[in-house]
């Protein structure tokens, strides 16, 4: 039976091998659009202000929110494998049809539809990883999917140099990567399998939404986490979709530099900070269960000293410095990326993990889309860079706070039987 424990471990880590990919595609579809704005602005003028174009990115997200709990509850209840995979085919089609919008509603619309059907992909994609890795290797299973989200971060930062080059084009990104998305869609269907749950786990489809609801936010460190969660993801999401705008303005340089320069060093931290924050948080797990709890604080404490450096550099008329401190703020993001699921896990049984993801991300992307919004409203008033992110990185600190009082459950602290 040693050989039949060796297949399951190694189809383990094929499993987070397949997701990869869909987290890249996942995050590029929704990154190279905030990477090429100057272009897509230009190419349809009745956008207008940047309040509207933080509209669009809002709009996104509060789609995305909204569908999040039920994308994780449809996960919980039926199968994980076929959400993923659905997920993954719907979106890329709207990606390829946001490249053939010609007007500021149209792609407000795809926007909204992209934010629905991506919504169904990560409380799914991480609960599955979570249901084939338990024990010393769920953060490391965990980073390396995030690596895939950061990845496709990085790409979507080029896109800035295709939507310049006169060649091609903003628009030949989204069609190639929809193209892209649909096609992986189906070797990815025969490929993945959905895991058999655990003798005495109690099964998702006899669990009803108001029971789900019951027992989550019933819980207070369910509670305390969504806090946890939503605070420096506000950070999170201005980072990603305002960066490449904020540098190109205070530093003068180009729309494909500044998309490079506002996503590739800090991402690169980010993968590098995934893979030492997963390490580092299943080895300390293994002298106490709060391992992965002090892990993801260290790395919140530097991402608030990041956002302070991140709104003070366009003083120093330096792009280096701005770099250095995004730097910083991937290492952090790394370290706290990693560990949300792998916290959720000691906190919410397996039948109620994607629903509990899902919940989180709908009231963080909520936030996230609020706060694009806003700092494109401060952005028009003028409002200095130093103080807007000088309240992003308080938040940072009193969600540091906070993901110290959550107390994981001594009955959902698992074995780890030969390493998966």
């Not at 297949?7 to 383990?12: D, G, I, N, P, V």
């Not at 997200?61 to 039926?78: C, E, M, N, Q, V």
């Not at 509603?105 to 926007?111: A, G, I, M, V």
């Not at 991402?267 to 390490?279: H, Q, T």
Request: proline fraction near 5%; charge should be positive.
């Amino acid at each position: 039976m040693k050989w039949l424990d060796a297949t399951k471990r190694s189809y383990a880590w094929v499993v987070v091998g397949l997701l990869v990919p869909v987290a890249l595609l996942n995050y590029l579809d929704r990154q190279m659009l905030a990477a090429m704005k100057f272009s897509v602005m230009n190419d349809i003028p009745d956008i207008g202000s940047e309040a509207n174009w933080g509209k669009i990115l809002a709009l996104f997200k509060w789609t995305y929110a909204g569908l999040s709990p039920i994308g994780g509850f449809l996960a919980d209840r039926f199968s994980r494998r076929h959400v993923i995979v659905g997920s993954l085919a719907v979106w890329s089609a709207v990606t390829w049809t946001t490249g053939h919008v010609t007007t500021y509603d149209q792609l407000l619309l795809t926007r909204a539809v992209m934010g629905i059907s991506e919504a169904f992909y990560i409380p799914a994609a991480l609960a599955l990883i979570a249901d084939f890795h338990s024990g010393q290797t769920r953060s490391r299973a965990v980073g390396l999917h995030q690596m895939g989200i950061y990845a496709g971060v990085i790409v979507g930062g080029f896109s800035g140099y295709a939507a310049d080059h006169p060649a091609l084009g903003w628009r030949w990104m989204f069609d190639v990567c929809g193209l892209v998305g649909v096609f992986y869609a189906v070797p990815l269907w025969f490929l993945l399998r959905q895991r058999p749950r655990a003798a005495g786990a109690a099964p998702g489809s006899r669990t009803s939404p108001s029971a789900v609801l019951h027992e989550l936010l019933g819980n207070r460190s369910f509670i305390l986490l969504v806090l946890y969660f939503t605070l420096p993801a506000m950070a999170g999401w201005i980072v990603r979709d305002w960066m490449p705008a904020i540098l190109k303005a205070e530093f003068g340089i180009g729309q494909g530099k500044a998309g490079v320069s506002a996503t590739l060093y800090w991402m690169l931290a980010c993968i590098v900070g995934a893979f030492c924050g997963g390490w580092l948080a299943d080895r300390w797990t293994r002298r106490t269960q709060r391992g992965r709890i002090y892990t993801s604080a260290l790395g919140m404490v530097c991402i608030a000293v990041a956002m302070f450096g991140v709104g003070y550099s366009p003083q120093t008329g330096r792009l280096g410095v701005a770099i250095a401190f995004l730097i910083l703020f991937g290492w952090g993001w790394g370290f706290f990326d990693t560990n949300n699921m792998p916290i959720l896990c000691q906190i919410a049984p397996p039948q109620l993990r994607a629903t509990g993801y899902g919940l989180m991300n709908l009231v963080s992307i909520s936030c996230g889309g609020l706060a694009d919004w806003w700092f494109g409203i401060l952005r028009d008033l003028r409002i200095p860079l130093l103080a807007i992110f000088g309240i992003f990185a308080s938040v940072a600190l009193l969600a540091t706070g906070l993901v110290l009082l959550i107390r994981p459950r001594r009955d959902l602290i698992e074995p780890n039987p030969g390493g998966a």
